[in-house]
Each structure stands twice: as C-alpha cells, then as structure tokens.
C-alpha cells in the first residue's frame, strides 16, 4: 500500500509551528508496517490544495489529509475536495446534531459559522471525531482514498488511532510487523551510528531504520517475519554492545521516561539545581505523573547571588573558578543534596550562548556534577556551537543521563561521541 500525507495551512508551510503531527503520524504508521511515500505541505489557498489532491489521484493508495476542517473562511479542505469530485458540499445532518449535542454539553451556544463543519463534499463517508467540533471523512477519486481529519494535535491522534488504522487493516492487506524494537541513543550522529551497526548482519526479515529528532537518535528493528527467539536476542546483544553509552533505553520515548520509573521503583529521591537549563531537567520530570514521589526540589538558580544563597556556593570559588566550573557544579549539587535531604542532585552550569563564550569557555561548554550517598561526579563536556536552546536540551538530556547511570550502578561518566568531555572529578 502507497500512504502519503498532505499538512495545510499557512501557519505550517510558513514554519510559524512546526508540524509535529506529520513525524507521529510516520511512527504510528511504521509501527503497523506501513511506510510513508511521501509528505506534502501546502497553504490554506483552494487552488493549492485542488492541485495538491489531483496530484495524489491514482499516485497513492490512500492520502490522510490533515488540516482545514475548522469554521473559518480560511479551511477550505472540504470544499476543494469537492472542487475535485465535481460535487457540491451538502450537510450532514448526523454531524450537525452531534456538534449541537457538544455545544450544550459545555453550556455553550453554537455559532452559525459551526455549520460549515458540517459541509461535506456529496458522497463523502463521515469519519467521527469524538472529542472536537470538526468531524472527518472519506472520499475516493480515481483509485485513490482521501481521508481527512482535523489539524488539532489531539483530535488527530484519537482518529488515527480510532478511525483510520482501523479502517486501513480491513481496507488493505497490510503485512504488520511482527515486532518493533526500539533503541534509544544520544551523542552520537546518524552517520556514526549506521557505520557502528553496519558490520552487524541482520537476520532474514529485520530492517534496520534511524529517527533523529534531538537530543536522541531512535534506532529502529523492525521485525517483519518471524525470527528464531535465539538469533534476535542475539542481534539485541551485538546492537547493545556496539552502542556502548550512547544507548540510554529501549522501548522508550524519551530519557525522563528511564529515569521517572528507576526513581519510581527504586524509592530514591532527587533534586535538581539548574542554571544554563532554566529549570529543564526537573520540568521534564513533572511532565510525568507520579513525580512528587521522588523529586524533592527543582532550583534555578541562574544568577551567582542565588548559588550562593540558596545552595550555600562560595563566593571564593566564583571568584576564582567561574560559574561555569567543575568546583561550582560540586558546590551546587552537594548545596541542594545537603538542603533538600535528596538521596541524588544534580546539577548544571553552563554557556549556551550566543554570546557569553571565551577562548577558554567557549559557547557549548557545560559542566555537570552529581552529588550521591557515595560522593560527587562532575565532569565538563563541550556540547558544540548549536543554538541555545539546542545546548539547553543537550545539557538536561546528559543530566538525566548521569542520574540513570547512577541508579543502575554504571559508572556516572560516559562516552557520548561527539559530546567531547574536556575535564572531569570524582569525590
């Protein structure tokens, strides 16, 4: 089966917000056995988007169609759909007495422009979305299956979910994968990891696939046949053993995952002092629900005046040492493990630009420390010239990083590749 994907809107295509429904959209697909053959991004202009569906006619098998279906002027999904068909758009009187049920339910009144929503091109098959306004459908047009849904992140992920995997494993012989391993990595690039993995033969059905969305590179086994229990925990072993540090989880979405369930299991407890990171690793923490059991406190402390009040920083070792020193991120993790009475913290101190760097200290350098009941590891990596925000997630990744490593007894310092260390200590 050829899947394409076709994004609307002028806020996508101009890059106001980035598109994360089209990258979801790929993995879920991909995890049913189904690749996408193309993506295409187009304005909220009619012309456009008649174009853009004429283009998929006969090409694919089925289009997903996100984006348009709102009760402005400016979605127009429905209607060049129907531009296509040659038919006119007609009310569906089923959706239009759901979304009447929906506005009542809120105490709300239901605009007269609500209606458009429930504009349908003549023939098209519904397609419900339980929780918003806007319903989807269905339309063939010369061999191909176009299937619309709303651009709303979570009314998108319901239908996909809901509606249309469903409605593709009735619709379509698809071959779904047997099994789908997933191994996450950071500090290494795509181009590395494949020339780590590459001498590795894969047994007669897996594929080997990479999704790099930063601070991670997903490596991806995709087991599309059966393979003998012995030979797959086989390949499992030689991928973990080439990976080395990079690997930090399988089967996982992101690091904050790993270390929220070794906290939750373990019955241990953390505290985060945060200067360059603003307060990212313990944000991603309580992210997840049941963190209150573990993480004690989350300090930001950005200014010197506030590592030295707050977590009880020298003012000699600014004075002599920096901000962005090995000696202050001790300070600060043994401050905020000492005050808040964590079993771990840690902490992170660092340049992530664009300005503020020196020859010596140049914009990427960070420097980590985490205090334990056995002593504090610090180390200073040089995370690269990237932008900010960028340093700031690489920073809050590599402390997660030191705090899984901790909690299952592996050494706290790791080879990341190209995240250099340029200097390290244990106390």
């Known amino acids: 089966m050829r899947f394409e994907m076709i994004c609307t809107g002028e806020e996508v295509l101009s890059g106001q917000i980035v598109d994360t429904n089209a990258v979801w959209v790929a993995q879920q697909l991909m995890e049913q056995g189904i690749e996408m053959a193309r993506r295409t991004t187009v304005g909220d202009r009619l012309e456009d988007l008649v174009d853009a569906f004429a283009a998929c006619a006969g090409r694919a098998d089925v289009v997903l169609v996100n984006g348009g279906l709102g009760p402005t002027a400016d979605d127009l999904s429905a209607e060049a759909m129907a531009r296509l068909l040659g038919v006119p758009l007609e009310l569906n009187l089923t959706w239009l007495e759901t979304m009447t049920q929906l506005f009542e339910s809120r105490g709300r009144t239901m605009s007269d ?4 929503q429930a504009m349908l091109p003549q023939g098209a098959v519904m ?12 339309a063939y047009h010369q061999g191909t299956w176009y299937f619309f849904t709303p651009g709303v992140p979570s009314e998108l992920k319901r239908m996909v979910k809901e509606q249309l995997l469903p409605w593709l494993k009735t619709a379509f012989p698809i071959e779904v994968p047997v099994g789908l391993h997933r191994l996450l990595t950071i500090g290494q690039g795509e181009s590395n990891l494949a020339q780590l993995l590459e001498p590795i033969s894969l047994p007669e059905g897996v594929t080997l696939g990479f999704r790099a969305s930063l601070p991670y590179i997903e490596v991806k086994l995709l087991q599309r046949k059966p393979v003998e229990a012995g030979a797959w925990q086989a390949l499992l072993a030689s991928y973990r053993q080439a990976l080395g540090d990079a690997l930090v989880g399988e089967n996982v979405s992101s690091l904050p995952d790993v270390v929220h369930q070794l906290l939750t299991d373990s019955g241990q407890t953390l505290a985060t002092a945060e200067s360059c990171t603003g307060g990212m690793v313990a944000s991603q923490l309580v992210d997840l629900a049941g ?6 406190a989350g300090l930001v402390t950005y200014s010197n005046d506030a590592k030295c009040a707050l977590l009880g920083v020298s003012n000699d070792t600014l004075a002599r040492y920096g901000a962005v020193s090995l000696e202050t991120v001790i300070e600060m993790a043994d401050g905020a493990r000492q005050r808040m009475g964590s079993d ?3 902490s992170i101190s660092g340049i992530a630009g664009p300005d503020g760097g020196t020859e010596e200290k140049p914009v990427g350098t960070v420097c980590f420390a985490l205090a334990t009941p056995d002593g504090c590891f610090a180390q200073t990596l040089f995370l690269g010239a990237r932008r900010r925000n960028d340093i700031r997630l690489l920073a809050a990744t590599v402390a997660h990083d030191m705090v899984r490593r901790a909690l299952l007894g592996l050494p706290m310092l790791a080879d990341y590749g190209y995240l250099k260390r340029v200097d390290s200590r244990n106390r």
Not at 128 to 134: H, Q, S
Not at 291 to 296: G, N
């Open 344 to 346: 771990f913290a840690v």
């Open 113 to 116: 422009k609500n209606r458009k």
């Open 291 to 296: 963190s209150s059991a573990y993480l004690l």
């Open 127 to 138: 397609v419900d979305n339980p929780i918003g306004t806007a319903c989807g459908f269905r």
